[in-house]
């Protein structure tokens, strides 16, 4: 039996936000930094969800950082802000369910999402 988690609903809800972004690019670990000792562990599939939240929301601040807006054009306008809203509520969600959290296996939940893409293995990298 498969068991349900606030992280598990939260991931199923914010699926269609994850998609969107580019899938070709190559996923990292998120940073690990901890201002307490004690950093709570999280399961291998809640930390590989992380993961792609983690860099998917990275790609599209990165997006965002070259993407020109014609303030005279309406639709250029509401296509940027929309990217915006998607960047900051992902940024949002993974504050709130996956910062400050670790698991044993980022690094490997990183190669394993590569791997799918087709992507050469690689060591892991973790992204400050």
Do not use: H
């Not at 580019?22 to 996923?27: G, I, L």
């Not at 950093?39 to 983690?54: F, G, Q």
């Not at 915006?84 to 969600?93: P, T, Y």
């Amino acid at each position: 039996m498969m068991k349900f988690t606030y992280l598990s609903i939260f991931f199923f809800l914010c699926f269609p936000y994850m998609s969107m972004a580019e899938s070709t690019q190559r996923y990292v670990a998120p940073p690990i930094d901890s201002t307490t000792a004690y950093v709570p562990i999280i399961s291998d599939e809640e930390m590989e969800k992380c993961v792609k939240l983690y860099n998917e929301a990275k790609w599209i601040s990165e997006k965002l950082e070259t993407t020109y807006v014609d303030n005279y054009n309406e639709k250029s306008v509401k296509s940027y802000n929309k990217m915006v809203e998607q960047n900051r509520a992902m940024l949002s969600k993974f504050n709130t369910y996956c910062a400050g959290k670790r698991s044993y296996s980022a690094c490997k939940a990183a190669q394993k999402l590569n791997k799918e893409q087709g992507l050469p293995y690689q060591k892991c990298v973790v992204d400050k």
